[in-house]
């Protein structure tokens, strides 16, 4: 028998699974919907059911039933319209607050996320002591439950969150993995659909403890690198590595349509203000920072007119920005007609990573954070620079595409 120290593995993997994650933020939002059975549809009248509360699954509803259908189970079925971007906002805040754990961090979708947390087990302390501690983060962040579960590998660990939900905590030590899995068919694993669990028959083998009976090369003259990948999952090997997801968007930017055939300088600099501190504002929500900025001004003549600027270190300011898009109309300009102006980040980065030479004052760091405040409490430049008040004598100044919720939109 091997001597093994459990509070040190080799290879730690957590995965974190959101508990009927949309259905869970209903009932966070709405206390009246707490402890009941509800389903969340594609709108008021959606009629495919996204997800469930876990009220409304001891009833046998399920994903993907049909609202009418769970309705036959469930009388009292109450039926909410998805919220996406809700959603996509809770997820944001968790994965952060996990990606505040480890950066090795693979969000694998909207309420999945794989941790490889092998390297800061000398920071944090053993595997188990991690899971409890990225259980309780994404307590504190976000009031939700979520099945945790954590291994060796990938496979494993996404096996041992499905043994407990909701609100689990299961722990599959690696060196136990093999053993674990012995009896569990085939095709409860993660990604064996009925195709290659009909093959594996033909060769009698159904749990993962035949696989080991069954040349590697069969499997990968078949499926090739996902055959041998499978042939070693299910012997709680799976050697995918976990693929950190990048953090930050690779630009971020502000654009607006503007009416036909402008040439006035005043006009042209107010819509390059309004962009510049929407665009500041968005990092700075996001507590981002960027030193290269695209600035254009679209003509009907010539196209785009501009180019890419840099500012001396990395900025969020508005007033800044608005410096550059001056200096680009005096460089690129001459008067012809105009109808789109565009102004966009690239590279994004959390702020304060960089070491800045040139540290932007505390002063005005605060006064950004004061308007930030007031402008995301009363709406959007409630607090703006004076030249804005010009705005509202524009047509359809604020672009009905800006989308205030992060640099990430999708769900
Ligand atoms: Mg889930």
């Known amino acids: 028998m091997t001597i093994i120290n459990s509070d040190h593995w080799q290879r730690a993997i957590i995965l974190v699974d959101m508990n009927a994650f949309f259905a869970a933020i209903e009932q966070l939002d709405f206390n009246e919907l707490r402890h009941k059975p509800i389903a969340v549809t594609n709108g ?73 947390i092998t390297h800061c087990q000398k920071l944090y302390g053993s595997p188990i002591k991690i899971a409890e501690l990225v259980k309780e983060k994404v307590w504190q962040v976000a009031k939700l439950p979520c099945s945790i579960g954590l291994s060796g590998d990938k496979s494993t660990a996404k096996f041992a969150a499905n043994l407990h939900k909701p609100n689990g905590l299961t722990i599959i030590p690696p060196w136990e993995a093999k053993e674990r899995l012995r009896r569990v068919p085939v095709s409860e694993l993660w990604g064996v659909g009925k195709g290659i669990t009909e093959f594996l028959a033909r060769y009698r083998v159904v749990y993962c403890g035949d696989m080991e009976k069954l040349p590697i090369s069969v499997l990968a003259q078949r499926f090739g690198n996902l055959g041998r990948r499978l042939w070693n999952i299910c012997q709680g090997a799976d050697p995918d590595p976990v693929r950190p997801t990048l953090a930050e968007p690779k630009s971020m930017g502000h654009g607006k349509v503007l009416p036909p055939n402008v040439t006035d300088e005043k006009m042209l600099l107010i819509y390059f203000r309004h962009m510049c501190e929407k665009l500041a504002a968005r990092l700075r929500r996001n507590r981002l920072a960027a030193q290269e900025f695209f600035i254009g001004a679209k003509s009907y003549q010539w196209g785009w007119l501009g180019g890419k600027y840099k500012t001396a270190y990395p900025c969020n300011d508005g007033a800044e920005l608005y410096a550059l898009c001056r200096k680009m109309l005096r460089e690129h300009w001459q008067g012809a007609a105009v109808f789109q102006v565009q102004v966009t980040a690239y590279d994004p980065r959390p702020e304060g990573q960089q070491l800045e030479l040139f540290l932007p004052d505390e002063e005005s760091h605060n006064a950004h954070q004061v308007i930030d405040t007031i402008n995301q409490r009363y709406g959007e430049f409630t607090i703006a620079p004076a030249s804005l008040l010009n705005r509202s004598k524009m047509p359809n100044v604020i672009s009905p595409a800006w989308k205030p919720e992060g640099p990430k939109q999708s769900v």
């Open 44 to 116: 008021e009248q959606g009629s495919c059911i996204i997800t469930c509360s876990y009220e409304a699954r001891a009833y046998g509803i399920k994903t993907g039933m049909r609202f009418f259908e769970a309705r036959k189970l469930c009388p009292e079925l109450i039926r909410r319209p998805s919220r996406h971007k809700r959603y996509a906002e809770v997820s944001r805040t968790i994965m952060q607050a996990l990606r505040d754990i480890t950066p090795d961090i693979e969000i694998y979708s909207v309420d999945e996320a794989f941790l490889d």
